[in-house]
């Protein structure tokens, strides 16, 4: 009688092979979606228009949005002039998401007014030149839940601020009704030797849950504000075209500062 051997080897474990076979895929489609968001973020004819934006703006009349511009029921209005070029969720280079939405107006740096789109708390920290955020306790969407607006590149490109006198740096808490004029559009990056072409930075900010705001520059601390706006603003939902109201436009009687009052 023979004994047949026992093999004392471990079975194959055909795990690790599919591990890494899903790795792989995992990696090219993440590959593949960052392609493209940066081919999408490169071709978006939106944005390709916009030399032709600068260097005729009165061929774009009819989609600049002006100051205190409510579409349907918004609860905020439009807070400057100029056309939302760079929306949120846009990527302006290889592993950036836009938090915000940039404005532009197409004119110089401390001339078009910005005003607050909806009421609440103005704070600006003691170290900034060109922005202001406003603390909404009741967010009009959710109202259980706190948000901030945030507001910046209203300063030159050396940082000079075009801040209303009435919020000086370190003011803190101060109530603001929607239209209360805020300051001016600048191109201030931080960066003297590298400004931001000239526009307002808008955004819709998280609250930490302890009355703080987070910071605004990861996209997963602020909000989609096209809800807030009626508008098309999520560039996911609109890769191309310039965002329109699909409602009646209306215009708050606000208190214009020059060069925007009529
Ligand atoms: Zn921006």
């Known amino acids: 009688m023979t004994f047949k051997p026992v093999s004392l080897k471990p079975p194959r474990r055909p795990g690790r092979l599919w591990l890494v076979v899903g790795l792989v895929l995992a990696l090219a489609v993440a590959g593949g979606v960052f392609a493209y ?10 944005w390709l228009l916009f030399a ?6 009165e ?3 009819e989609i600049v ?12 209005a439009f807070p ?10 846009q990527s302006f280079r290889p592993g950036h998401r836009h938090a915000g939405i940039d404005i532009f107006p197409g004119t110089q740096p401390g001339v078009t007014a910005v005003y607050a789109a909806y009421p609440g708390y103005l704070t600006r920290l003691p170290e900034w030149s060109s922005t202001v955020i406003i603390r909404i306790p009741n967010d009009p969407l ?53 400004p931001t072409g000239l526009h307002l930075h808008f955004s819709v900010v998280r609250d930490d849950g302890q009355g703080r705001f987070l910071n605004e520059l990861e996209i997963a601390n602020t909000y ?21 109201c699909a409602d009646e436009l209306t215009i708050e009687d606000w208190t214009l500062v020059e060069p925007d009052a009529p």
Not at 52 to 57: G, I, K, Q, T
Not at 80 to 89: A, E
């Open 37 to 46: 968001r940066q081919l999408g973020g490169s071709r978006s004819s939106r």
């Open 52 to 57: 032709d934006y600068r260097a005729n703006p």
């Open 59 to 61: 061929k774009y009349a």
């Open 65 to 76: 949005l002006q100051p205190g511009m409510r579409c349907g029921d918004a609860p905020f």
């Open 80 to 89: 400057t002039t100029g056309v939302p070029f760079g929306l949120w969720d």
């Open 142 to 194: 959710a109202p259980t839940r706190q948000i901030w607006t945030y507001y910046t590149h209203m300063a030159d490109t050396d940082g000079t601020s075009f801040i209303s006198e009435q919020f000086p740096a370190g003011s803190e808490e101060i109530f603001v009704e929607a239209g209360t004029f805020l300051g001016f559009q600048g191109d201030y990056s931080g960066d003297p030797l590298n």
């Open 224 to 244: 989609d504000p096209s809800p807030y706006f009626n508008l098309p603003l999520n560039n996911n939902l609109n890769p191309e075209e310039f965002p329109r």
